[in-house]
């Protein structure tokens, strides 16, 4: 399994190349080059390490659905600070985890609050699958988790983690840190911790080769929140929406202010009025800009998506937000995202 200093050595390997000017090699040219699909594209610099896990299933014809469970799985069994049971925990010390799918026929599948298991969103998809509900959250969603044959993991913060909560108890002050989720934003296990390494999220989209969309979302949510605290991740239509006849959108920041405008939902029906992703993910940006007022500055938002006919786009409220895209014709690129607060 990889470590965190490895995830992050890696990303920053990644990171210099692109700098460089030159584009990450996808790992299989496909001889579906000519059309642009398949697509996938996630969230922050972590997304191109999902994105190559998608990419194995994408390239060879495989579903959107396949493919963006097992991009996010990459980041899930990563043990960096962002998502997964490496993630920072809730104020009590106990990390709970949120993930939620979605495919091209409006089947969707979440879990919320879920506790030591390492792939929610696994379980988030054998809910979509196998039982007649959408959401199962804290108890029972692990009591179906082990049902389900998922192993139950110990019950035990990593390292840096463990390090990160006993820095945050020194003031116990919940102050998100914009841009977190950015591995090259994140303290090394060495360096002293405040109110930073508090939010984090991987989310991914995906259009396969037969042009069918699919999308996922899984984080540890905002660390050291309250216990029992949701964001926007687990929530469709919050945190992830897709409708195979017109797009797919996903957010990433601050959940809150994600909910409270249905942020993935608004992207996408703004892409049936006919705007492109990225002018959709801006105007739901916009939205969220007018409905904070000042506060706005001190939170971050971001929105990605991609349209039915394969475009994709992104827009953030605030500056530093990249999002990762693989496709056929372009291989792997980290896109840095336009944002409204100058
Ligand atoms: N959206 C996540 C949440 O609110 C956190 C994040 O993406 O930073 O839980």
Redesign the pocket.
């Known amino acids: 399994m990889p470590t965190r200093r490895k995830f992050l050595t890696s990303s920053s390997a990644a990171l210099a190349l692109l700098s460089a000017g030159r584009s990450l090699g996808a790992p299989n040219p496909s001889p579906l080059a000519a059309t642009g699909k398949p697509l996938v594209i996630s969230t922050w610099d972590a997304g191109l390490a999902a994105n190559l896990g998608a990419w194995h299933i994408l390239s060879k014809s495989g579903r959107a659905l396949d493919a963006v469970e097992a991009g996010v799985m990459v980041t899930e069994a990563s043990q960096n600070c962002c998502v997964g049971l490496g993630g920072n925990p809730d104020r009590d010390g106990i990390v709970t985890l949120?993930a939620c799918i979605m495919d091209d026929k409006f089947n969707c599948g979440s879990v919320a609050a879920l506790e030591r298991i390492k792939h929610p969103i696994s379980v988030a998809r054998r809910v979509m699958e196998r039982t007649p509900h959408v959401m199962l959250v804290g108890e029972g969603a692990q009591q179906f988790a082990v049902a389900q044959g998922f192993p139950l993991e110990p019950q035990k913060l990593s390292p840096d983690a463990e390090k990160a909560y006993r820095e945050w108890l020194k003031t116990s002050q919940y102050q998100p840190v914009v841009n977190i989720?950015n591995t090259g934003n994140q303290k090394k296990p060495t360096d002293p911790v405040g109110g930073a390494n508090n939010?984090?999220?991987i989310a991914m989209l995906a259009q396969d080769a037969q042009g069918n969309l699919s999308g996922s979302c899984t984080?540890s949510?905002?660390g050291f929140k309250m216990r029992g605290r949701l964001?926007?991740?687990p929530l469709i239509g919050a945190?992830l929406f897709v409708d195979n006849a017109v797009g797919a959108a996903a957010?990433?920041?601050?959940?809150?202010d994600?909910i409270r405008m249905a942020g993935a939902h608004t992207v996408v029906e703004l892409m049936r009025q006919g705007l492109s992703p990225k002018a959709a993910c801006k105007a739901a940006v916009e939205r969220i800009a007018k409905i904070k007022g000042a506060q706005a500055r001190d939170i971050q938002v971001c929105f990605i998506a991609i349209s039915a006919g394969g475009e994709h786009g992104a827009f953030a409220l605030q500056k530093g937000f990249s999002y990762a895209v693989c496709d056929a014709a372009n291989q792997q690129q980290l896109i840095q995202s336009e944002y409204l607060l100058k």
């Open positions: 949120d989720e939010h984090d999220t984080t949510g905002m964001g926007d991740s945190g957010a990433t920041g601050q959940g809150e994600v």
